[in-house]
């Protein structure tokens, strides 16, 4: 016979949730396979933001996290409606492990997000300043081009007074790749500002026409330096930040949401495998 009462509730209860962490799952697997094979759009800008070998890995952990947690909920799915102890305990060891890897994992990226940052901030100027521009790798200055036009930014971090915002492009293969006569461009055409998709001054914001005292021409450092009004000031990474930041509030929100999730999960199959019965032996008490 099957469990009845609580425990019958705790079953499907426990059903649904499961249910709903294998299509969570499906959809980290899909994601990390899209992410893999994908060079375009979106995928694209973050491999050049983390650069390639980041992204590689990070599309791989998607990958693997899926696949992890996709069977972790067929198993819970199948040991609730088949009321198999066996699949529970293997579901519930399963859970365990990955709610204290999962754990571990935002205890270390709390105690090492300066490290984290720093290394990311490091991926994106060795991406700019060695890979834009060049013809072999178009993919990355594509992907730059499009998160400087989306996010209203030019380089990496800092103002118009940094050496890695706008200015870090002067220290890059592109510019010295560019002849050195009055048609030489000191920022993309990316990095200037538009008003209904017209730029307002596309000379002044890359340099053909001087602004005194202003970059692109002026560089950080330069008594009186002012903001050039039609060049993006602030660094991609920055504004970036600044925006993960500004939710971070609703990240960790979903954090807790998924361990409770889990949690529940745990403690439901730990129920319904106590309440789970033996074999039944009424067939051996006819012999």
């Not at 330069?222 to 009004?229: D, R, Y």
Request: some cysteine; glycine content about 10%.
């Amino acid at each position: 016979m099957g469990v009845e009462g609580c425990a019958k509730f705790i079953k499907y209860a426990m059903f649904l949730f499961n249910f709903l962490i294998f299509i969570g799952g499906a959809a980290l697997l899909g994601v990390g396979i899209w992410v893999a094979v994908d060079t375009t759009g979106a995928t694209a800008i973050l491999t050049a933001f983390l650069g390639s070998t980041l992204y590689s890995s990070a599309a791989y952990i998607l990958i693997v996290c899926g696949a992890i947690i996709l069977i972790i909920g067929f198993l819970g799915c199948c040991g609730a409606i088949k009321e198999s102890k066996c699949m529970l305990g293997t579901f519930f060891a399963l859970m365990l492990l990955i709610f204290i890897i999962l754990l571990v994992g935002a205890i270390l990226a709390f105690v090492f997000r300066d490290t984290v940052t720093s290394v990311l901030k490091s991926e994106m100027e060795s991406s700019l300043a060695d890979k834009y521009g060049k013809t072999d790798d178009t993919a990355i200055t594509q992907a730059w081009d499009s998160a400087q036009e989306l996010f209203k930014c030019c380089g990496v971090s800092g103002n118009f007074t940094s050496m890695t915002s706008w200015y870090l492009y002067q220290n890059s293969s592109w510019y010295a790749g560019q002849p050195n006569n009055a048609s030489r461009v000191m920022v993309p055409a990316s990095c200037c500002k538009k008003e209904k998709n017209v730029f307002t001054d596309q000379a002044k914001c890359q340099g053909t026409t001087p602004v005194a005292n202003s970059p692109p021409v002026s560089p950080p450092g330069t008594a009186g330096l002012k903001e050039n009004p039609d060049m993006y000031g602030s660094g991609c990474y920055d504004v970036t930040y600044s925006n993960v930041m500004s939710n971070a509030i609703i990240l960790g929100a979903i954090a807790i949401a998924i361990l409770v999730v889990m949690f529940l999960a745990m403690l439901f199959s730990c129920i319904l495998c106590r309440a789970v019965g033996g074999p039944d032996k009424s067939q051996y008490q006819q012999h």
